[in-house]
């Protein structure tokens, strides 16, 4: 029995919530995505756009060549393998040191995982700064090394690919799909996170969002390129 059917058993299926009206304001500076990776989502981060955080642009200068950070939750002894028996797979239903999954690719998200399992979102400037502190405030920074890089947990299951600690509890009811959702309504999209448990329900809002983007496209939303060292809150 896999998590998804674990958590269906249980009855904690979720609702549909309504989402809120798209903003229509800032132009579009650079354009991340929401992967569908089966049960789990990760969000891919752009490196050459605009100015990234200095927490994350420190985990991106690790990997030379990289063009896309991705980035997923999930419970922190499950991904690292320590317990996936039956009555781990239970103790992960319940709040649990989190952990977030990072993998640094060097094609874009398209190229990676192919164009059906992956969702593009533009984001204004300001949208891209919220989404990283969102980000950034996920990994543990107590672990940082004394020359400022993050110290991981453990290398990761794919080439280019590191377990960081996070502050954040994973539970049946906080998912990694859960906090994938938080994330893009962190940074301003057209989305809520209430009731998300599964990675169908984030590309289902992901996609409706995009939507929502594309039927603003325009001299309001009309995409810009970012100079370096352009202003970011970041």
């Known amino acids: 029995m896999d998590r998804r059917t674990l958590l269906l ?5 979720a609702c549909a919530v309504p989402l809120a009206p798209a ?9 991340i995505a929401v992967i569908d990776r089966g049960w789990h989502t990760d969000i891919a981060l752009p490196v050459d756009g605009p100015p990234l955080h200095p927490l994350l642009a420190g985990l991106a200068a690790g990997y030379p060549g990289v063009r ?36 640094a690719l060097a094609v874009s998200p398209e190229a990676a995982f192919g164009a059906e399992q992956s969702v593009p979102l533009g984001l204004s ?22 020359d400022g890089r993050l110290g991981p947990l453990a290398e990761g299951p794919y080439p280019g690919s590191v377990f960081h600690a996070s502050p954040i509890h994973y539970s049946a009811t906080r998912t990694c799909n859960t906090w994938t ?6 940074a301003g999209l057209p989305i809520t996170a209430g ?17 929502l ?22």
């Open 68 to 103: 896309v950070l991705l980035f997923g939750f999930g419970d922190r002894a499950w991904l690292l393998g320590a317990d996936n028996s039956p009555i781990g797979m239970l103790a992960a239903l319940l709040p649990a040191p989190g952990a977030i999954l990072m993998t």
């Open 23 to 31: 903003p229509a304001t800032d132009p579009i500076v650079t354009e």
């Open 125 to 146: 400037l300001a949208e891209f700064c919220r989404l990283q502190h969102f980000l950034a405030d996920s990994l543990d920074r107590s672990r940082l090394l004394p």
């Open 181 to 186: 959702a938080e994330a893009l309504a962190a």
């Open 9 to 13: 058993a249980l009855g904690l299926g």
């Open 195 to 211: 009731g998300v448990l599964f990675a169908h329900q984030v590309m289902a809002r992901a996609r409706r969002a995009a939507a």
């Open 213 to 234: 983007r594309a039927g603003l496209s325009g001299p309001a939303r009309s995409r810009h390129s970012a100079a370096a060292g352009s202003g970011c809150c970041c």
